[in-house]
């Protein structure tokens, strides 16, 4: 049987190898061709690439990963520049598991570049990669006949261990994962087709669903928060890594960390001046594993009055905020002379929260757009009510009775 790995940490030989002996698929072998970033491409006296040509005439640019000398040209670079001037690829030639690619078949290695691209975006979060999480290639899972995605109850699970359960859209990036799609999800009745860009704006304009779960039951699962659609829509990537996250204080900073999940005795931070305000660079925990993350402040940030900013958070999720003021309500006595001073301490930090909390509200309610984690969205969906503007009064009118 054929197994599904990740090559990207593997020698290209025996990646090479793995695929001759049946070990490998032939998804996981073209992305590690286009994926490897040191073929070497041997040159002539004049600068051109080395080349061979076959019975047939047909010219083919050699690639080797076995060597030390050559020019280096990354996969991306041999299959979209280098190797349409010429003709097709031979993957080296003189090994036992060498791989001739015709031209022909160009266009097929071409798509698997921007799969990988397209992936290594989602699985690395770097900057300026709105216009490739824009345009994929993806692909959706809908309704039959239908064109918008579906959503269903999916389970989210990290490390393979399982987390939590959410009502998501599905999205997919290349044919083994619409495959793998098909297979395992085939009691659901639903299928998956190819999206154009225009899916964006679409879920952008939806408030049904909790998160996007992109590959799932694959090595390539990543779960999407639901405001990232508007957000690459206006052409921004708020995807923690993708960029420094817009804060205004350090004091939200601190409890957008406690939302988040970070260990709260492993953390610290720099601040170093920049363009038009400061930037605030973190190292967090998540259990063992750390966390490099960079914030923005506005040059006239102050930690004053306790308060996390005069304007709405543009980085906070009000699910997280409202299950954080729940939680710290919840047991403590009706009235304040029953409290002790850890209680009384519990009703202040909720305070704070929910009337920051207040300042998402909108025509009497917190809009969808302030959910911004998967867990948030959940709460938002199984419990409208608690997102009323009557709601959060009367969580604020509890924490100061008792503050």
Same mark, same amino acid.
């Given at each position: 049987?054929?197994?599904? &790995? ?6 290209? %030989? ?6 001759? =002996? ?40 050699? =690639? ?53 691209? @397209? ?8 900057? !300026?990669? $709105? ?48 495959? %793998? ?8 009745? @639903? ?10 704006? !679409? ?10 779960? $992109? ?27 993708? +960029?420094? @996250?817009?804060?205004? %204080? ?19 931070? &720099? ?24 914030? %923005? ?21 009000? +699910?997280?905020?409202? *299950?954080? $003021?729940?939680?710290? @309500? ?7 002379? &029953?409290? !002790? ?21 909108? =025509?009497? *309610? ?38």
């Amino acid at each position: 049987m054929v197994q599904s &790995q990740n090559p990207d940490s593997q020698s290209m %030989t025996k990646v090479l190898q793995a695929f001759r =002996a049946g070990q490998l698929s032939q998804a996981d072998l073209l992305r590690a061709l286009v994926g490897y970033a040191d073929w070497r491409v041997q040159m002539d006296e004049g600068g051109q690439p080395e080349i061979v040509p076959d019975d047939r005439g047909t010219q083919f640019v050699i =690639a080797e990963s076995d060597v030390d000398q050559g020019q280096v040209v990354s996969g991306r670079s041999l299959v979209n520049e280098l190797a349409p001037s010429i003709g097709g690829i031979a993957f080296d030639p003189e090994a036992d598991w060498g791989l001739l690619w015709r031209p022909e078949r160009l266009p097929e290695l071409q798509q698997w570049s921007q799969i990988v691209e @397209l992936e290594q975006a989602l699985l690395k979060p770097g900057p !300026n990669q $709105v216009s490739t999480l824009l345009n994929g290639p993806w692909w959706g899972v809908v309704e039959p006949g239908q064109t918008e995605l579906a959503t269903f109850r999916q389970e989210h699970r990290e490390g393979g261990e399982y987390r939590f359960s959410l009502n998501a859209v599905t999205l997919l990036t290349a044919p083994d994962a619409v495959e %793998t799609f098909r297979v395992t999800q085939k009691f659901r009745k @639903l299928e998956a087709i190819a999206l154009d860009s225009e899916f964006w704006q !679409n879920l952008a304009s939806r408030a049904d669903y909790a998160g996007i779960c $992109v590959n799932p039951l694959t090595p390539r699962y990543v779960l999407l928060p639901p405001h990232l659609p508007a957000a690459l829509v206006a052409g921004r990537d708020v995807r923690p890594g993708a +960029g420094p @996250l817009p804060a205004r %204080t350090l004091a939200e900073i601190e409890l957008w960390l406690d939302l988040m999940g970070a260990r709260p005795d492993r953390r610290s931070h &720099q601040i170093q001046p920049s363009a038009g305000g400061l930037t605030v660079a973190y190292e967090a925990w998540w259990g063992y594993e750390p966390r490099p993350l960079l914030f %923005t402040l506005p040059a006239s940030s102050s930690e004053v009055s306790g308060a996390f900013g005069e304007t709405p958070s543009e980085i906070l999720c009000a +699910g997280l905020m409202v *299950r954080y $003021v729940r939680g710290k @309500l919840a047991g403590l006595p009706r009235f304040r002379w &029953q409290a !002790n001073a850890d209680q009384r301490q519990r009703a202040a930090k909720a305070l704070r929260v929910v009337n920051d909390l207040s300042q998402f509200i909108e =025509a009497g *309610r917190i809009p969808f757009a302030a959910i911004r984690t998967p867990q948030g969205a959940e709460l938002w969906r199984l419990e409208p009510d608690a997102f009323t503007a009557s709601a959060i009064a009367k969580l604020q009118q509890r924490a100061e009775a008792l503050a």
